[in-house]
């Protein structure tokens, strides 16, 4: 340890370096907000400073933050919100009736009628309640018990918890978790972070992202010879990859769940993103019960839902729940106990849960307005999906699925092999390289497919299909032309 006197007074150094700190938190990566991202905060910089640039406006299409590229809040939403925040509204006249209602209904269930104070840990009961009740409608009546919904802060802080209630265990019986390839880079994070070991399941590109259980059976059979595989996580509809899954996959997912011993992760929070002819959702839930007890009463299993994604998009509140079957009841103590160390989700983002999952009814004043809304906005997403997928595929190089649901697309790029060269010379990854180049030429802003995971030899970017459908097909035709340049410049 270095020592200098400084003053007379002896100096040790740093308490915290990077050489002592905490080496899992080293190897964290998050892609959705890395360098590339970071750079695009760099450039906004220098064009506010009045630095020339070949474009005016960074457009940051590398994030499902839908307000942030343009999307209205749901009115109904926001008066209610508005309505908690500032109770002194609620003799307002120009706020409707059943705004006000539900505004009502959860400031009483609020320490001291206010959104201030501190619910309890779980989630505030009547809003864990109305949660139970819009799974039950979802699913076709099968029951859901409010004492299984924990609420969260958005639907990440759910997922980190339960994984860290899975991972344990020393070298070859360390707690190793499925996740699929390409996936979303909060699961690799969250595994890193927690020392766990990442099984890399690989998704089917040639059959539009579809999911094999044959590629789980791989996966965990070569896993079995290093860590101790106890988790599958399932992202329905697809991040990045945009698939929907067929009911016979979910099925087929949840009898290897069965038969491997393993505790099933069901990320559902894209659940009303469908938008392909033919596609549905099905949540993990309803198949499961629909299965029958031999599986229903056995099979364990957390599904996963947020405020941020959907119609509402809402990422700000960090509202979201998570649902728990046939968990341990001992376990579930002390699930129970860790959410109570944060000692509660926002209250706002909890607020708002209740209304996604108690929207306005037929014969309420706000009903007309509220569905006009939800339906132009998954309307509208769902023209984007179909238009970013037929815009990438009229160009050389660029292979773009079907957008079935979610809201991003993972085009596969062909880079000639002096890019991927020069890439590799600025140690960079080859695609990680191609998003720069364009970020810097056209003020794009995407994630390289690298930063998601990718079979050896594939490129990728994931883009978000957020953009207003006006600035879409400029954010796409912009892309489509620096692709065509940097192939003849590689060339």
């Known amino acids: 340890m270095s020592q200098q006197a400084v003053n007379g007074v002896q100096c040790r150094g740093k308490v915290l370096t990077l050489d002592n ?22 450039i906004e910089k220098e064009l506010k400073a009045g630095v020339k640039k070949p474009f005016t406006e960074v457009i940051k299409a590398n994030i499902g933050d839908a307000q942030a590229m343009g999307q209205k809040p749901i009115t109904f939403l926001r008066q209610v919100l508005a309505l908690c925040s500032y109770p002194e ?92 390839i390409p996936q ?32 789980l059976r791989r996966a965990l059979s070569a896993a079995r010879q290093h860590c101790n595989p106890r988790v599958l996580c ?51 839930k309803k198949v499961l019960f629909e299965m029958g007890p031999e599986y229903s009463s056995t099979v364990e299993m957390a599904s996963f839902h947020s405020t941020s994604k959907c119609y509402m998009g809402e990422c700000g509140f960090r509202g979201g729940y998570m649902e728990v079957i046939n968990m341990d009841p001992e376990v579930k103590a002390q699930l129970t106990k860790l959410v109570s160390v944060r000692l509660c989700p926002p209250i706002p983002g909890q607020a708002l849960l209740d209304l996604v999952v108690n929207p306005p009814q037929p014969d309420e004043p706000s009903y007309t307005t509220f569905m006009k809304e939800r339906t132009a906005v ?38 000639p092999q002096s890019a991927i060269d020069k890439a590799k010379e600025a140690g960079q990854a080859p695609d990680m390289f191609y998003c720069m180049r364009l970020l810097e030429e056209e003020g794009i802003c995407l994630v390289p497919g690298s930063g998601f995971g990718q079979r050896e030899g594939t490129f990728h970017f994931r883009m978000t299909i957020l953009p207003p459908t006006e600035k879409l097909k400029v954010v796409l035709q912009k892309i489509c032309e620096f692709h065509l340049r940097f192939t003849q410049e590689f060339s």
């Open 184 to 215: 979303y880079p909060l699961y690799s994070a969250a595994l890193a972070d927690l020392g766990a070991v990442q099984i890399n399941y690989y998704l089917d590109e040639d059959n539009c992202w579809s999911l094999d259980v044959k590629e």
């Open 234 to 284: 399932i992202i329905n509809p697809g991040n990045p990859t945009g698939q929907v899954q067929s009911r016979q996959c979910i099925e087929d997912v949840i009898r290897f769940a069965k038969e491997e011993h393993l505790f099933l992760m069901a990320d559902e929070v894209y659940q009303d993103n469908v938008y392909a002819e033919g596609c549905k959702f099905y949540s993990f």
């Open 21 to 42: 700190m905490n080496p899992n938190v080293k190897r964290v990566e998050y892609a959705v907000r890395g360098p590339i991202v970071q750079r695009a905060v760099q």
């Open 378 to 415: 998954l309307a509208t997403l769902a023209e984007k999906a179909s238009l970013t997928e037929q815009i990438f595929n009229t160009v050389p190089g660029i292979t773009c699925n079907p957008v079935q649901g979610a809201m991003y697309t993972f085009p596969r790029i062909t880079l």
């Open 89 to 180: 509204l609620l003799e307002d006249k120009k706020f409707p009736e059943d705004a006000k209602k539900r505004a009502q209904r959860i400031l009483e269930a609020c320490g001291g009628n206010s959104i201030g104070a501190y619910s309890a840990s779980q989630g505030i009961e009547c809003i864990r309640q109305d949660v139970a009740r819009y799974i039950e409608r979802r699913d076709g009546g099968i029951p859901s018990n409010p004492d299984n919904i924990y609420l969260s802060t958005g639907a990440s802080d759910a997922i980190v918890t339960i994984l860290k209630l899975l991972v344990c265990g020393e070298g070859c019986d360390r707690t190793g978790v499925m996740i699929s």
